[in-house]
Nanobody, 124 residues
Framework: QVQLVESGGGLVQAGGSLRLSCAAS????????MGWFRQTPGKEREFVAA????????YYADSVKGRFSISRDNAKNTVWLQMNSLRPDDTAVYYC?????????????????WGQGTQVTVSS
């Protein structure tokens, strides 16, 4: 099992930026694809972004393309989600997830381990 710890959430005004971090431990980070998902009350967990184990393949949800950027540093066992031009509908709990395969997928069932989540609130 891998342990994932997210940080960097908070309250920001619309148009602002936040950078989420996810620190991983417990398995070989460089062999695993990583993803970011988000969830609001009463809704299913929604795919945001994902990156392959070596960073060569990246996927984004249409709703965040051009505004969010996912990156990773395997030497630091960390993946980031840079969020720019934030909108009120980006408000959610954001989760980091690890997948025991090199290539990422865009569905939550494809991921094996999850962090505890970090709240992002965007005010209008």
């Amino acid at each position: 099992q891998v342990q994932l710890v997210e940080s960097g959430g908070g309250l920001v005004q619309a148009g602002g930026s936040l950078r989420l971090s996810c620190a991983a431990s417990g398995r070989t980070f460089s062999n695993e694809a990583m993803g970011w998902f988000r969830q609001t009350p009463g809704k299913e967990r929604e795919f945001v972004a994902a990156i392959s184990a070596r960073g060569g393949t990246i996927y984004y949800a249409d709703s965040v393309k051009g505004r969010f950027s996912i990156s990773r540093d395997n030497a630091k066992n960390t993946v980031w989600l840079q969020m720019n031009s934030l909108r009120p509908d980006d408000t959610a709990v954001y989760y980091c997830a690890a997948r025991r395969f090199i290539n990422p997928v865009q569905v939550s069932v494809g991921y094996d381990d999850w962090g505890q989540g970090t709240q992002v609130t965007v005010s209008s």
